[in-house]
């Protein structure tokens, strides 16, 4: 029985090498399934297929001992590339007659396999910047501190460009101060880098460079691959350095654009930060002083009240107030007042250690929480608190001699709730007022 094809029979190939083409991933894979269909139809396996490029032949899969004895039945090159057919002496003479449309068939083929992998690498590209952007929708949609901010953004972009390092600029003062830095090659010197520079080198509307710009070359580490700003309309938040890829590769126009958009939405999610730091700082903070305000205050005492119930802990509180502060503001003027209230601040936070609390109240009058002290105990307090304050007539002359009554309340001891320790407390302050001021009294033991 005669098996051999007529050219009428080459009709069903084109569809089968479309479905090898459709279902393959590699080009080893597509000719490896065109030879089964080749094979199937001319009922021999001995059918090879190979491409030579001006450099040699290319092989696209392990030869077979028996191809030393094949012979050469097509060859058709498209552009530098030939697809060659080879097959064993016994059915070469069959193929013969269809070997060249078979090689135009299997050279479009492979054209179109070319095609359809580099479609396939700009959709998984196209996928992976979908799958990044949709990560920083999830940190903008979450909000966090601005350093937790920071740390998000240099770690995101670091995964995203497979940096081998990077490191997050923010801006201060006069300098671009390197903020947060990862590295997979140990430490690198990173001195700040001079603001009115840098800016003139990325002007705004300039995402993304590559640090072949030699005027911004000069400026950063050694080895930096690309620089992106992150701007918030007029507003420069941040300036991201990254060094080399893992996989050697370059950053290209594909990777700026990305790194332009994911930038635009990291200066949102680090303004986003800085704007909800700010709310809950004026929230908490009183504006002239810095302090901490009454309301953050009685958060603070009733935390430390509660803390102190579950481990037979002793709180004092100190409430101050500056004696005289009305004539500081009929003589000197309200400005001159809240400038005394700003130098006694600061010499109460000076005075505080870590585990303290201190904040105004209203008007002249302080409030100060000594965790585990006892009035005995934060009479070491005072006697700082007071040679600040009397410190102030030297620089501030004007003031005069400015001094601080004070009075002192104990948890357990004088009350165990807020409104009983508060009001000991002033009834302290006031006998201290009653009996000649610049003094110090202690709530009388209930």
Not at 10 to 20: D, G, I, M, N, Q
Not at 102 to 122: D, N, T, Y
Request: aromatic share 6%.
């Amino acid at each position: 029985m005669d098996h051999s094809p007529s050219l009428a029979s080459l009709s069903t190939f084109p569809t089968a090498f479309a479905a090898a083409c459709r279902h393959s991933r590699t080009d080893s894979e597509l000719f490896e399934r065109c030879r089964e269909t080749l094979i199937s139809r001319f009922h021999s396996d001995r059918i090879w297929l190979a491409v030579r490029s001006p450099s040699g032949l290319i092989p696209i899969a392990p030869e077979p001992e028996w191809l030393s004895s094949a012979v050469e039945v097509a060859r058709l090159s498209s552009g530098e590339t030939e697809v060659v057919i080879s097959a064993d002496p016994a059915v070469a003479v069959e193929m013969r007659s269809v070997a060249m449309p078979l090689a135009l068939g299997l050279s479009i083929m492979l054209e179109l396999h070319s095609v359809l992998l580099e479609r396939q690498s700009a959709l998984e590209d196209a996928a992976f910047q979908l799958r990044a952007l949709r990560q920083v929708a999830r940190l903008l949609s979450s909000v966090h501190s601005t350093e937790e901010t920071e740390n998000l953004v240099l770690d995101f972009m670091t995964e995203v460009f497979f940096a081998w390092w990077a490191v997050l600029y923010r801006p201060r003062d006069d300098v671009y101060l390197p903020k947060v830095f990862r590295s997979l090659k140990g430490a690198m010197a990173l001195p700040p880098i001079d603001l009115n520079a840098l800016d003139r080198a990325l002007p705004a509307g300039m995402p993304a460079v590559g640090a072949g710009e030699i005027a911004v070359a000069t400026l950063l580490p050694a080895n930096t691959e690309l620089v992106v700003t992150l701007d918030a309309g007029s507003e420069r938040l941040a300036i991201l350095a990254l060094g080399p890829r893992l996989h050697d590769k370059t950053f290209g126009p594909a990777e700026h654009e990305l790194a332009g958009t994911l930038a635009f939405a990291a200066a949102i999610a680090l303004k986003n930060s800085q704007l909800v730091e700010q709310l809950q700082s004026a929230a908490t903070t009183d504006a002239l002083t810095g302090l901490y305000n009454r309301r953050a205050l009685e958060e603070r005492l009733e935390a430390e009240l509660s803390r102190g119930k579950r481990h037979q802990l002793h709180t004092t509180i100190a409430l101050i107030d500056i004696d005289r502060f009305k004539l500081v503001n009929d003589n000197l003027g309200h400005a001159a007042g809240d400038r005394l209230l700003s130098l006694v601040a600061t010499a109460l936070r000076q005075q505080c250690r870590t585990l303290d609390a201190v904040g105004r109240m209203g008007g002249d009058e302080f409030l100060v929480v000594l965790p585990m002290t006892t009035p005995s105990e934060a009479m070491v307090f005072v006697s700082r608190v007071q040679k600040s304050i009397a410190a102030i007539e030297q620089s501030h002359p004007e003031f005069g001699r400015p001094t601080l009554s004070m009075g002192l309340a104990e948890s357990p001891r004088h009350s165990e709730t807020i409104t009983g320790l508060l009001a000991a407390a002033d009834s302290a302050l006031y006998k201290a007022k009653r009996g000649g001021r610049d003094a110090v009294e202690v709530a009388e033991a209930l």
